[in-house]
């Protein structure tokens, strides 16, 4: 069956160092792959979309690679803050027609000062 | 732009009832969807647009009705509320389901 796993773990790392975010999928074939983030109580909000055909994609201190071999994407954040700490989630369009947005549920991120 | 809007943001519903959840956006997207979110599972797809006149249904469809009279209308409709439907609701809109979505604050209903 399809499957899009996230770290169900919270990931906690100190102020300054890199967070590192995995998405894994199996039995997909998407095209893109688009990562959110979610802050308690609110609806999640786009950071980055990547293709199939890019390896890497960068905004600002967010880095995002899509190797559609392994059929994993990594998100990354440079330097991180406080303010970083949220959950989350990574999405790839879904098979049939590309219709469909599927999510993972997400990792929480918690940054220590 | 207010971008995309959910009424109410707190229902409570008893077993049978049913209620409309309201979603609407003034970004003259063609993409709308609808999610639930619970705890562990993250987000599902309960239906989708792809345009006025177009639903379909996505991962958990069941028990929940879709229409889209209008480009920025898209209500979701629950027939006959049960307690598996207690959740936190999510409208979405795009240009198309490949671009980045616009999420609604959300609508947290409590079926007792």
């Known amino acids: 069956s399809q499957k899009i796993e996230q770290n169900s773990e919270a990931l906690n790392i100190q102020e300054g160092k890199t967070a590192t975010l995995t998405c894994n999928y199996t039995n997909y074939s998407p095209a893109y792959l688009q990562w959110y983030r979610q802050d308690p109580g609110r609806g999640p909000v786009f950071l980055l979309l990547?293709?199939?055909?890019?390896k890497e994609k960068r905004k600002e201190r967010l880095k995002v690679t899509f190797d559609t071999t392994l059929k994993q994407s990594l998100f990354h954040i440079t330097a991180s803050q406080p303010a970083d700490s949220a959950t989350y989630l990574c999405?790839?369009?879904?098979?049939?027609?590309?219709?469909?947005?599927?999510f993972g549920a997400g990792t929480r991120l918690a940054v220590h000062p | 732009n207010a971008g995309v809007t959910q009424t109410p943001k707190f229902q409570v519903l008893k077993t049978g009832q049913s209620m409309t959840l309201q979603c609407a956006q003034d970004m003259n997207h063609e993409y709308m969807s609808w999610y639930r979110q619970d705890p562990g599972m993250g987000l599902r797809l309960i239906h989708y647009s792809v345009g006025a006149g177009i639903t379909d249904q996505g991962e958990v469809p069941n028990g929940y009705n879709v229409s889209r009279s209008t480009t920025e209308d898209f209500p979701l409709r629950l027939l006959s509320a049960a307690p598996s439907q207690t959740s936190v609701y999510f409208c979405?809109?795009?240009?198309?389901?490949?671009?980045?979505?616009?999420f609604g604050p959300g609508t947290r209903l409590t079926v007792t």
């Open positions: 990547i293709r199939e055909n890019e």
């Open positions: 979405a809109s795009s240009r198309t389901v490949l671009w980045e979505q616009y």
């Open positions: 999405a790839l369009d879904g098979s049939g027609g590309y219709n469909k947005l599927i």
